[in-house]
């Protein structure tokens, strides 16, 4: 079973953080992360009711240090991409989707939510691996924070334990550099470069690869530029 984190970033309202602890506990999540949140004072633990210890022990960190130390990032988003020609919020998920595809990671998983009034940013969605969207009306699809973190919650509840460990953010990264690279020695047009990158991204996430497949990946494309060059 994956270690899951949720991530609430710069979180407006301390009442929500309340209540994303609350039903946090519920569902026997315990790993509260914050990035530069409002102030925690007797509101957020009144929300919280039973789940104070949640609050209490809820790390304050950068986003950054997040994307550094998972092994899986997945951004929780209400607007999604509506053709492929525009991949930065696509393929998306359902929370149901994605137990299914996280359910036999060994490693860390973090499960990102934005800010209560505009969201994550298309910069913050870009360096993440996978997008879940909850499956709301099309007339109000943007759901209160502590509601969201609820649904993936209740459908993240249970996972089975894990029997595999995911290359490490460090290893996958690295790979991502050695792609970008390939792409510069196969004369892949500049213009094409960002979108090119989000959808292997996309797709490389999608597979949960070992620390060995990382290695194959990086051994073909070493043998496949040795054979272009010469």
Request: charged letters at 25%.
């Amino acid at each position: 079973m994956p270690d899951i984190d949720i991530v609430l970033v710069e979180p407006l309202y301390e009442g929500n953080v309340g209540f994303a602890a609350r039903v946090m506990k519920n569902f026997g999540f315990a790993s509260l992360v914050l990035t530069d949140p409002c102030e925690l004072g007797d509101d957020a633990y009144a929300r919280a009711s039973h789940a104070g210890d949640v609050l209490e022990n809820a790390e304050v960190t950068t986003l950054d240090e997040v994307f550094r130390r998972s092994h899986l990032t997945v951004a929780t988003t209400g607007e999604v991409s509506k053709s492929v020609c525009t991949p930065m919020r696509m393929p998306y998920y359902t929370p149901a989707e994605l137990r299914g595809m996280i359910a036999d990671i060994d490693g860390r998983v973090s499960i990102i939510f934005g800010r209560e009034n505009r969201g994550l940013e298309n910069a913050e969605v870009r360096r993440c691996d996978l997008i879940c969207t909850i499956p709301a009306s099309p007339d109000y699809p943007i759901l209160n924070l502590s509601h969201a973190v609820g649904i993936v919650c209740y459908e993240l509840a249970h996972l089975p334990r894990g029997s595999y460990q995911l290359a490490s953010r460090e290893d996958m990264e690295c790979l991502y550099r050695h792609i970008d690279h390939f792409l510069d020695l196969i004369g892949h047009q500049n213009f094409k470069r960002e979108n090119t990158m989000i959808l292997l991204r996309r797709l490389v996430s999608r597979t949960n690869l070992t620390s060995r497949e990382v290695s194959t990946l990086h051994g073909l494309m070493r043998r496949t530029a040795w054979r272009i060059k010469k």
